[in-house]
C-alpha cells in the first residue's frame, strides 16, 4: 500500500475508532436508512423485484464492502443464505460481530475484505459506504478485492450518491470565506470528482465522499470495467421526504438553492445510484 493510501486509511480509522459517538450516531441518519429499502436495489434489476440478480439467493453468499455495525448483514441474511463482511473500524467490526454472530466479519486495511477468502462469495454489495471513499485509488484496490473473492460467476451492486446538478467539487479557488460558512452554515465540504484522489482530506462519512453526475455517467461505467465485463446502473429518487437535516440533529439553515450557485449545496443528494456488475475480470 503506497503512502497516500495508508495516510488516507488512517484517517478514515481515526475517524470512526477516536469518535465517542455510538455506532447508530456514526452511521447519520439512522431511521433514515434502516427504512431504505436497500434490498429491492441491490437484489433486483432497476429495483424491480421482477427481475432478481441472482438465479437463487437462498443459496448464495454474500459479502457486504463497509458494513459497519452490521445492520444490512442482518437485512439481507434474511434472503441470502450466508452474509459476511469487513469495515475499516476496529469498533465496528466489535459490535457487528456481536450483533451478527452467524456472520464472519473482517477488519479491514480501507483498501481491500480483509481476510475474506479468495473465489468463494456469489455476490458483494455496498451500501452508504464507499461513497463516502474520495479517494479513487482507494476505491480501485477495493474493487481489485471484490473482484478476489467473488466466484467467476459472481456478480456484485455498489451503492453510490448522485446528482443531476453535479459538480459538488470545487472547479475554483475556495471563496475567502471559506471557513465562516462552514463555521456558521455547517456546510459539507465539497466533495471530490470521480477520478480525483483527495488524499487530504479531513475526514469522512459525508464530511467528503465522492460525486458524480449525469454527463459523468459514460465515465463511471467505463471505470467499472475495468474490474467487470458487464456494468448497468440504476437509480432511486430520494430528492423527496429527505431527511430535515446532515444527521447530526442542525436544521437545515441556508435556504436551498441551486447547487452550483457560489460552488456551494446546501441540499441532500438527489438519487442513490446502483451499479451492477457482472463477469468479474480474474
Known sequence: MSDYLKQYASMQKLFYDATPASVEEIVGNYDYHENFPYETHLLHRYGDIRKPVLADPSRARGFEIGCGEGRMIR???RLLRQVDGADISEKMVRAARSRTPGSEIFLSAGTDCGGAPSSSYDFAYCAISM???CVHDTRAAILDDIVRILRPDGCATLQFFFSRYYPYCRTSAPPANESFLLDVHHLDRLHARWFENRWDAAGTNSVCDVAFGTQDIPEVVGDFKRWFGEVEVWFHDISIGRPESRGNG??????????????????WFTHMAF?????PRK
Open 75 to 77: 437485512r439481507m441474511a
Open 131 to 133: 461513497q463516502h471513499i
Open 250 to 267: 442542525r436544521p437545515r439553515i441556508l435556504p436551498e438553492v441551486h447547487p452550483n450557485c457560489h460552488g456551494w449545496e446546501d441540499a
Open 275 to 279: 451499479f451492477h456488475l457482472r463477469e
